[in-house]
């Protein structure tokens, strides 16, 4: 093995191998509690699921708890079990705490980099992502109903390389277990081009003011415990695009039209969520 590859697969995230399906077993009964009684999870559209590898898009919800990403990974592991093989791309900074990053590729967690998602697909397994990241988890309590990617279109562009369906996933609650006041990001961003440097050295993407536990008020991007509220998530039909392929992937135009439809579609399925929970 090649002296850079052989660094990476020992750096966590970099590696599909730390994936442990033991240890989802120990969770399970935690999830469990929190998907029955304190979230109260009501799900459906699971049929949706076909038996061939996938990219699961979702909409992420509630901070750095991401409370209905869990409650997916719980019915996904109850419904097909821990064998079935399924990865998570997490950001970068994610993996820079060496507790939670260890943690995380014991769940099948690795790092959100083309390589890895790349890696996991040409495996057979389906990976999750969730495009919006930071961005969205922070998203203000008024645009809890948008679906939120902040333009990125890596995804589009790892499905139609990659050649695999797109299997949307949205929710409803899990964005008020916390309540979003605004985002101070740009004043922060000016700031730093003013000559402020970033804490750690690291671009935190959001600078969120949030109402939640166990701060009260909270000024930054801080982990949070959610507030026990109902959750709803759907798994929406595939969406299959006209073309795949490299050069569809290279195709600028046609990455931005199947970056649209599928932020419409989903946009859609959780328009129609919201007016049914209402």
């Not at 966590?12 to 929190?34: A, C, N, V």
């Amino acid at each position: 093995m090649p002296e850079k590859q052989h660094y990476l697969k020992t750096k966590p995230g970099w590696s599909l191998e730390q994936k442990d399906p033991r240890f989802i077993q120990l969770m399970m009964p935690l999830w469990e509690w929190l998907y029955r009684y304190y979230f109260r999870v009501q799900t459906s559209g699971w049929e949706n699921i076909p038996q061939s590898k996938v990219l699961i898009v979702g909409s992420h919800n509630g901070g750095l708890a991401a409370p209905d990403m869990y409650m997916v990974m719980y019915d996904w592991f109850q419904r097909f079990g821990v064998e079935r093989p399924v990865y998570g791309l997490a950001h970068p900074y994610f993996w820079q705490v060496p507790l939670t990053a260890e943690l995380a590729g014991r769940l099948g967690a690795i790092i959100a980099h083309p390589r890895m998602a790349i890696a996991a697909l040409r495996s057979g397994a389906s990976v999750l992502v969730y495009p919006g990241g930071a961005q969205d988890l922070f998203r203000p309590h008024a645009m809890r109903h948008q679906i939120h990617f902040a333009g990125n279109q890596g995804f589009i562009k790892l499905a139609l390389r990659e050649q695999v369906p797109i299997v949307p996933i949205i929710s409803v609650g899990a964005h008020d277990t916390l309540f979003v006041l605004a985002d101070l990001y740009k004043i922060l961003e000016q700031l730093h081009e003013s000559g402020m440097p970033w804490l750690f050295g690291l671009d935190p993407e959001v600078f969120p003011i949030y109402l939640g536990l166990p701060w009260g008020l909270a000024i930054g991007p801080l982990p949070n415990i959610p507030l026990p509220v109902t959750i709803h998530t759907r798994v929406c039909p595939p969406i299959v695009f006209e073309r795949y392929g490299r050069d569809a992937a290279s195709d600028r135009s046609y990455v931005n039209a199947c970056y649209e439809l599928v932020q419409s579609q989903m946009q859609q399925e959780l328009d129609d969520l919201v007016i049914g929970n209402c």
